[in-house]
């Protein structure tokens, strides 16, 4: 196993990437380039170094061997940030990530994804199935993703500074002032998108082939949704994360702990 000094777990300068629309992408990389590479994709609101540098994820991928590459979502972090719902669509975030993969000339790569991340993720297993051999979906929502965020409060809210009533909303506008450089008319522009590209939807057909871990909180209102999901899934296992709700369960050391191991199989076949 190898040792993850402090000073390469912490957040370099991001490197862009230009995707097919014309909108940078902030990339950040650790570890050996010749190592097995994981693919990190947060959740809304967030950012590589909220979701996956504060909690120990990058610490302990690299300590397993992993070289990690991991990037702001459009809206998010230090990537662009437009204000049209259409920039938004879920083949769109999925595309981003095989740009990504692509600018660092990245064959295959595992892939964990948290809540937006995964609800990514589950596209990316599939329309780029031949590159992700195994898969880490946490937090994934069986419905679609901010459905219960009402946007016309939020809207007013940019607008005209009306205060926002309804109290789903005031937590996830609560999320949104937790990680600095959010911007709000960016994320409104996030959930109108997720709302018009649907839900993750098995009676459709499509599910991911490969071995996917679904993990949840135990106190995640989404569970029930997240373990349907995985019952649709052929080669998927289920890890309800202990004591946890959807906003820490990243942190989880239970929730990394059996992603590693899960992750590990991979290398472990044939």
Known sequence: MNSAPAALTVLPDPQFVMVGDGHRIATYTWGDVDAPTVIVVHGFA???????????????????????????????????????????DIRT????????????????????????????????AQDFADRIPRVVLGGVPDGVPLGRLDIDQVRELIDHGTPVQD????????????????????????????????KADPDLGRVPQQPVLFATGSRDGII???????AATPQARFFEIPDR??????????????ALAFLAEEGQQG
């Open 167 to 198: 109290p789903v909303t005031q937590n996830y506008l609560a999320l949104t002032e937790r990680v600095g450089g959010n911007d709000l008319r960016a994320l409104l522009a996030i959930a109108e998108g997720m709302r018009a590209s649907g």
């Open 46 to 88: 967030s950012s590589t170094k909220d979701n996956w540098v504060a909690t120990g994820w990058v610490r302990d991928l690299l300590r397993a061997g992993y070289r990690v590459l991991g990037l702001d979502q459009r809206g998010h972090g230090q990537s662009d940030k437009p204000y049209e719902g259409r920039d938004y």
């Open 224 to 230: 029930e949704g997240s373990r349907a999901l995985s």
């Open 93 to 124: 975030l999925a595309s981003d990530v095989e740009a990504v993969l692509d600018a660092y000339l990245v064959d295959t790569a595992l892939y964990v994804g948290y809540s937006l991340g995964a609800r990514v993720g589950w596209e990316v």
């Open 245 to 258: 709700h959807h906003f820490n369960a990243p942190g989880s050391r239970d929730f990394r702990a059996a």
